[in-house]
């Protein structure tokens, strides 16, 4: 039986005729947040809270462009990527085509992405030596749905990947899903809780481009979709989860004013999750900047200058060239998982 969720969105495809399909899906596209550039730069979205390379969340955080001075948004190690255009747009776009069908079904859709905001300031005590620190959190997320279910406040979070990945979902359960999507719909909600509004559940909707075949077993059963719906509970603790990785990115980041940055990935990494999808190159493919150069973005760090750098990243110093790197350790995902057991687990390989 599938979920409601993924009737609805079923029911609103057959509903809406293809020219006002496209219509609603183009308007989406084309929505911004008017006040983007006038919000403070370094804020703590749901998506860092979901970034596996402690390295990679700060540089993001201190909002380090894929290169020095370079701008371009569909990116991947430095470099202008074909496949992050193409799903950067179909997730967009298949995100407004859902949004038209679901709102033709009559869903009471409140508010999406990315005009509805959700911004809310949280304090919280962090131990720095001996000292007792207060640190001040920006949360600043852009929930993609918005809706009433039956009075209450729900989100869903939309997922446009291809069918394999959808395949390698319902083979893997929904602990895959969590692992992936779990972090970022927990802190969704921990924001919107902390704006006031009492969210119990963010549905993790996940539907590719193409139907299933037409003979099939699933068309025989009615499901023209090839889609998944895994909804997360507000649990005990998803809270204290959410503050910790915060807090912890809050710490490296006045560590890094110091002078004292994450540890990067290993250099031989640099062709596997995450360093093959990051926005970074973890190493120089001809005229780049490598992720742990941060002097070349931070200018006036404190590490600037300093001859006998290559050891900005404690505890080793790991190389950019493939053949001599010395092996590094991860970033770990440490203590911040450790109110939800379940969440530790190693990440998986993209959904691309
Ligand atoms: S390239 Fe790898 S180590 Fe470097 S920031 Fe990205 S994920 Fe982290």
Redesign the pocket.
Known sequence: MNHWLIDQLQLGLQLVDQPDLIRGAVEHCSLEDPYRDSRPERRISPTLISED?R??RL?RYRRHDPQPGWKWRSVKQGRPSASSAMHTLRGTFAEGMAVTALRATGMQILGVSPTCVFEAEEFSNAVYGEDMRELEINWLGYPDVVFLNEGRVELIQMKCPSVYAITRYRRDGPASLERRYGPQAMAEMHIGRLLGMPIERNHILIFAFEGTLPGSEEAKAGQELHAIVHTVEWADGMAQFCRRVAEEILEDDVAADQGTWPT??AAD?ANKW??SY?N???VDQGDQVT??EVTKWEPNSPLAGRPETPSLLAPSSPTTAPAMAVPTTP?PPEPSLAPLARLQLPPLPPSK
Do not use: D, H, I
């Open positions: 390379c390295l990679s540089k990067a990935y990494n995450p360093c990051c970074y190159p973890r992720c742990e970033s």
